[in-house]
């Protein structure tokens, strides 16, 4: 942690991904009929609706279940959906806004230092793993947070996580290891 | 051989066949009417490791075991095979087949390709062993996408806790080297690269990069130096890698300082410095260019400003030197032009401070210098009463003036102000979790755009409708396909298929009636000792044993009979469950268990009675230990004692050591 203060790290969160539901049954064909920024897909059975305001894409499925991508933030997420949800009342759905859930949350750190991943990997066996034929970074699973971080080797490091502060508090566990396999 | 065969091109039907060779030959005219015949005889080929095994041999060893031991033989199978193209030794073949046992063990073999599991084994066992096998190399063979294989390969090694240690690219340098051919100077030139790929490593160029697009172009620059010529397509070949990245590395290369140097002193001298990566490098580049993109546009302003000032000074100039109108009216026309500035400025939306202050600091200057320059225009025309007009005019046109604009500013700051109120109001309530939908801050307007009115969405739906024209004819097709077959009565669901299959509940008076019953319709399993069943029926009850004994050949009836005292045990249980359920319950019984047949049989015989006083549980016991002979034995030892089942395997299934072992 006295690293992490010593340097103001920035986590640039990239995208949030939320699911709700409307709790009714959502007519696609009408959808896709009337809405102005609407992609119909009729083969998969589902309607991508994307915002500018948030930017937002949505994709609905008849059964009322919406997942929203694009969001840069917890609350941008969750008034997008909401606008969202709006907009299909408007079209004429008893729509209610129900069980919103942030799913997941990308997120972007760069550290001032280059890391040594062959290194890195010997000393966190378990939870790190690198294959340089498959993908060029290690891949750093913390079971406890359910996050995933993947390291390059320029230093910069890429978070998932279910939110935002697992993400957070990723970057912060991994910090001192990836500080000792600096360059 | 070809009986009736006739030469198609002389007419002679004297064809030889060569099995030897695999040919058949016409002994008439000598045409050659087959070659490479395919026989399904056993051979035996002597092989590299010096072993002999046999070709074309083991199609029998599928037949009638269980579930388990097949997979694993398949697996074995399909292992030697595989192994042998990638000339792995017979150490790490059994080494890959242990991994693949574990794997079935934990069920990763569930829901994949056999083939896939199969091959991470086998790449597992590579780098374990440390073989110059690439993950590319096994999916070359398999003809699989090689991300596939390395995911599967990741979760193999990941369940089984195996560290599959990094790879090493000198690991492959040796391999290459020998495919490129370098004849004598094989060994200087692996040297050299050798040597090559530890500087790439100081300077940083091989981390997250693919160790064999390192090698290749390490293995380029060591044949140049010693003067072979290898194109840049014949290493490409070789080493599995677009040109673009062989390149890339190569130009990577040459920006380090090792590239320097000449060839001698290059095997001589080691560079102390260390370079960055180079992608490192590039993002330091990207930085330094955004850095100066930063420091031009804040100078751009700068000038801006100049500019713009400058552009405030030459229209104050260019209104002086218009013509004015005179007197008193020329203030209300002043007045007018000020209030139109003023209206404008109250008309802006988001009227920021520095705009409002910048805009009131010209107007001033304007009136200011307006003011003076008539105060001198007109006190070359004289007129004090004018002067006085003006001078007594002058104060509440300053008043005029900064009356309206400080009252604007005001009022668009007020507007803002409670917005935010308002909305820091709202936020709080946004958390209800009611289900309702909250309104705040959506603007409905905005959302009404969204919504397309009735032209629009006409054609909005003729464009969909053209796009998508392919997809709507299928599935017009597939529903006139079904109608027609609904029609014809041959229309077939394709359900999904259901696991268990229904049957109708049986109905006998007896409990042998129902017994036959069942078995009629039941297939008969291969994993129940009917001996056993037959005998031990007899001491139970003898009804059901007479009626056995009229039926079928020796094995049926055995495992008829058997089949139906363990019916006659537990009727109330399923006996589908017959297989599966064996070894839980029968721990206590199978403990007192002896080698001997003999002795187990009477064993089970006493528990028999035992047996069935307590609940009608499945009490397989009895064929379990009896015939230790039938190979059906090793099917019952199922995941715990994955070593004990690979013994029996291998040693061709001894039931009773299988058993002992088990329990």
Redesign the interface.
């Known amino acids: 942690m006295e690293a992490d203060s010593d340097v103001a790290l920035d986590i640039l969160i990239t995208n949030v991904v939320c699911v709700f539901r409307t709790r009714c049954h959502l007519n696609l064909r009408k959808i896709a009929l009337e809405g102005a920024n609407v992609i119909y897909k009729r083969d998969v059975g589902k309607v991508l609706m994307k915002l500018r305001k948030p930017r937002i894409t949505a994709t609905i499925w008849s059964s009322g279940k919406v997942i929203c991508t694009g969001a840069t933030s917890e609350e941008e997420a969750k008034f997008g959906a909401r606008r969202l949800a709006r907009s299909l009342q408007k079209l004429g759905f008893q729509v209610i806004f129900t069980d919103f859930k942030v799913v997941n949350v990308l997120a972007v750190c760069n550290m001032p230092f280059e890391i040594r991943l062959p290194e890195f990997t010997k000393n966190n066996r378990p939870h790190a793993s690198y294959e340089p034929e498959l993908h060029p970074a290690v891949c750093y699973r913390i079971k406890t947070l359910r996050a995933t971080l993947q390291i390059f080797s320029t230093g910069s490091i890429t978070v998932t996580g279910p939110n935002v502060k697992a993400v957070a508090s990723a970057v912060e566990q991994i910090y001192p290891f990836v500080f000792e396999s600096r360059k | 051989m070809p009986g009736g065969r006739v030469c198609a091109a002389c007419g002679c039907s004297e064809i030889e066949v060569d099995a030897a060779r695999g040919d058949a030959v016409c002994t008439g005219c000598g045409s050659v009417l087959e070659d490479n015949i395919i026989v399904s005889e056993v051979q035996f080929v002597e092989n590299s490791a010096g072993k002999t095994p046999t070709l074309g041999g083991g199609f029998h060893a599928n037949l009638g075991k269980e579930s388990r031991a097949q997979t694993l033989q398949n697996g074995k199978r399909q292992i030697h095979h595989l192994g042998n193209q990638l000339q792995l030794n017979q150490h790490c073949l059994d080494t890959a087949f242990n991994f693949f046992k574990m794997a079935v063990s934990k069920h990763l073999t569930r829901g994949r390709k056999m083939t896939h599991v199969i091959a991470a084994c086998l790449y597992l066992v590579c780098r374990t062993e440390g073989t110059p096998h690439?993950?590319?190399d096994l999916s070359d063979l398999l003809q699989v996408n090689?991300?596939v294989l390395?995911k599967t390969?990741?979760l193999l090694?990941?369940e089984l806790?195996i560290?599959a240690p990094?790879?090493d690219p000198c690991l492959y340098i040796p391999r290459f080297a020998h495919m490129l051919e370098f004849g004598d100077k094989n060994h200087e030139v692996s040297m050299t690269a050798l040597r090559l790929l530890q500087r790439m490593k100081r300077d940083?160029m091989h981390?997250?990069?693919?160790?064999?697009g390192l090698c290749g172009a390490a293995l380029l620059v060591a044949a140049r130096m010693h003067d072979f010529r290898r194109t840049v397509k014949e290493v490409i070949r070789v080493v599995k890698v677009c040109e673009s990245t062989l390149r890339k590395r190569l130009t990577e290369f040459e920006d380090t300082p090792t590239s320097q140097l000449t060839i001698d002193e290059f095997m001589k001298i080691d560079l102390e410095e260390e370079c960055?990566?180079p992608?490192?490098t590039a993002?330091q580049k990207k930085l330094k260019i955004q850095q100066l993109e930063k420091a031009l546009s804040k100078k751009l302003e700068d000038f801006e400003g100049e500019i713009t000032s400058y552009q405030d000074e030459i229209e104050i100039e260019l209104e002086n030197s218009r013509p004015k109108a005179k007197g008193v009216f020329a203030n209300f026309t002043k007045d007018d032009c000020i209030e139109d500035n003023t209206s404008s400025l109250l008309g802006e939306e988001e009227a920021e401070d520095e705009e409002l202050e910048a805009a009131a600091n010209h107007l001033n200057k304007d009136f200011y210098n307006e003011l003076h320059e008539k105060d001198s225009v007109k006190k070359g025309e004289g007129g004090e009463c004018k002067n006085g007009n003006e001078a007594f005019v002058r104060p509440p046109a300053l008043e005029s003036l900064l009356g309206p604009l400080p009252t604007a500013a005001s009022l668009g700051i007020t507007e803002s102000i409670k917005e935010c109120i308002s909305t820091k109001d709202r936020e709080p309530g946004?958390n209800t979790g009611d289900?309702?939908?909250?309104?705040s801050?959506?603007?409905?307007n905005?959302?009404?755009?969204?919504?397309?009115n009735e032209t629009?969405?006409q054609i909005?739906?003729e464009l969909?409708m053209k796009e998508?024209a392919d997809?709507?004819k299928e599935q017009k097709e597939k529903e006139a396909r079904i109608a027609k077959e609904k029609e014809l009565g041959i229309y077939k669901e394709h359900k999904p298929k259901k696991s268990a299959k229904k049957r109708e509940p049986i109905q006998a008076s007896t409990a042998g009636e129902a017994i036959e019953k069942m078995l009629e319709q039941k297939k008969i399993s291969s994993k129940i000792n009917y001996n056993v069943l037959r005998d031990l029926n007899s001491k139970g009850s003898s009804t059901p044993k007479k009626e056995d004994d009229s039926t079928d050949d020796s094995t049926n009836t055995k495992k008829l009979s058997r089949r139906k005292s363990i019916a006659n045990r537990n009727i109330a249980n399923p006996v589908n469950s017959v297989g599966k359920r064996l070894r839980p319950l029968i721990s206590t019984q199978l403990a007192k268990k002896a080698a001997t047949e003999e002795v187990t049989f009477q064993n089970a015989q006493a528990e028999a009675p035992d047996i069935e006083k307590p609940a009608a549980v499945v009490v397989e016991s009895g064929p379990v230990a009896y015939n230790p002979d039938e190979e059906v034995e090793e099917e019952e030892i199922e995941d715990d004692d994955d070593h004990c089942m690979s013994a029996l395997q291998l040693m061709g299934g001894n039931g009773k050591l299988g058993c002992c072992l088990n329990y």
């Open positions: 690439m993950l590319l090689v991300y390395g390969f990741l090694a990941r806790c560290n990094a790879i940083w981390t997250g990069r693919r160790p064999s960055d990566p992608s490192f993002g946004e289900g309702e939908l909250d309104l801050g959506i603007d409905d905005e959302i009404d755009r969204y919504i397309l629009e969405a909005k739906a969909w998508n997809y709507l």
